[in-house]
Nanobody, 120 residues
């Protein structure tokens, strides 16, 4: 009924930048919150950033100052601009959305993930 599809991952050198995108599709009424998580090998999934429908954004301390979350509500799309990347940023990045569907139910949906690899 609802799908989130990430794109924009890849291989980048230390100090480089990447912009991830996540597009939500389906029977969507509104998306109160969209966010990004990541999971490095052998580690738990961690929250990175989230954006509320009203425009406010929050960031994890580990990425604050290096990443910017933004969204295009007309396209049901959220972006994550990542700068000054280092090897510790290597992970699978997941998009997540608290989505209200046209049948008036609300739940959290996840994308399939996109790999980001930062070489030394």
């Amino acid at each position: 009924q609802v799908q989130l599809v990430e794109s924009g991952g890849g291989l980048v050198q230390t100090g480089g930048s990447l912009r991830l995108s996540c597009a939500a599709s389906g029977s969507i009424s509104s998306i109160p919150v969209m966010g990004w998580y990541r999971q490095a090998p052998g580690k738990q999934r961690e929250w990175i950033a989230s954006s509320q429908l009203g425009g406010s954004a929050k960031y994890a301390d580990s990425v604050k100052g290096r990443v910017t979350i933004s969204r295009d509500n007309a396209k049901n799309t959220v972006y994550l601009q990542m700068n000054s990347l280092n090897p510790e940023d290597t992970a699978v990045y997941y998009c997540n959305g608290l989505i209200r569907t046209t049948d008036l139910t609300q739940q959290t949906y996840w994308g399939q993930g996109t790999q980001v690899t930062v070489s030394p």
